[in-house]
């Protein structure tokens, strides 16, 4: 049974590594792309934040684009 939890736990780190570096590329991508100053990103990291926290993770991006239109 170790073995199995060892092993699965090995697996999802690896996919935990993978997506973070991933969402790196992206960010750095975005943020080269809409040439974003330290100020903006700390605002948008900061609103972020929030948002994960407030919906424990869940991000409705109908409601995203209703507050970028505001």
């Not at 073995?3 to 997506?19: C, D, M, P």
Request: aromatic letters at 4%; proline letters at 0%.
């Amino acid at each position: 049974m170790e073995g199995l939890v060892g092993n699965l736990a090995t697996r999802i780190s690896k996919s935990n590594f993978r997506n973070a570096v991933e969402s790196d590329m992206l960010t750095r991508m975005l943020a080269t792309v809409f040439e974003i100053d330290r100020n903006k990103y700390e605002k948008l990291r900061a609103k972020a934040i929030q948002d994960v926290k407030r919906t424990n993770g869940s991000i409705d991006i109908l409601g995203a684009i209703n507050e970028s239109e505001d």
